[in-house]
T-cell receptor, first 112, second 113 residues
């Protein structure tokens, strides 16, 4: 089954404790993205990747890092999480830039 | 990047047609228009995509006027299960354009019995 898998689905942690949210897709897609979703603000793109070792900033990249060492995985790294990064996060992938995105089920992060 | 504007919410009744208009005045020549549906606690799901004129699939139609500064998603004969948030997305096509995408604020559609 074609899918985008995120882990963990839920996480409560404390300020400053590094965390990684993993994202994996089994569709051999070239393009992958991370979004955060906050009430009243909709979906905002954090980072995106057009292929292995090719990443770029989206609209809200501050406080986040990503890597794309292999095609299927695109982890989101919060080196020093802060409470303003409490949000619902979605990973997405697509085969080409004019193709629709496939989204994961989301990761709800709470930073205390 | 093209900014998009949608109504915040719309109410409808079962069996009616729902039309949601998205404004994207600064759309670029190579931008596509894509609509997604999102239920609570789930990721957005693709509904329909178009570049110009009209596109229709089994669940919706997308109308895009000649100037492409807006688009209208049409949901025929909605049911209670169509209650969701609908997002309009404008993004570039082609490798040179990259993958930077901007979602609108979303339109919350409530279908009543």
């Amino acid at each position: 089954e074609a899918q985008v898998t995120q882990n963990p689905r839920y996480l409560i942690t404390v300020t400053g404790k590094k965390l990684t949210v993993t994202c994996s897709q089994n569709m051999n897609h070239e393009y992958m993205s991370w979004y955060r979703q906050d009430p009243g603000l909709g979906l905002r793109q954090i980072y995106y990747s057009m292929n292995v070792e090719v990443t770029d900033k989206g609209d809200v990249p501050e406080g986040y890092k990503v890597s794309r060492k292999e095609k299927r995985n695109f982890p989101l790294i919060l080196e020093s999480p802060s409470p303003n990064q409490t949000s619902l996060y979605f990973c997405a992938s697509r085969q080409a830039s004019n193709q629709p995105q496939h989204f994961g089920d989301g990761t709800r992060l709470s930073i205390l | 990047l093209a900014k998009t504007t949608q109504p915040i919410s719309m109410d409808s009744y079962e069996g009616q047609e729902v039309n949601i208009t998205c404004s994207h005045n600064n759309i670029a020549t190579n931008d596509y228009i894509t609509w997604y549906q999102q239920f609570p606690s789930q990721g957005p799901r693709f509904i329909i995509q178009g570049y110009k004129t009209k596109v229709t699939n089994e669940v919706a139609s997308l109308f895009i006027p000649a100037d492409r500064k807006s688009s209208t998603l049409s949901l025929p004969r909605v049911s209670l299960s169509d209650t969701a948030v609908y997002y309009c997305l404008v993004g570039a096509s082609g490798r040179a354009a990259g993958n930077k995408l901007t979602f609108g604020g979303g339109t919350r559609v409530l279908v009543k019995p």
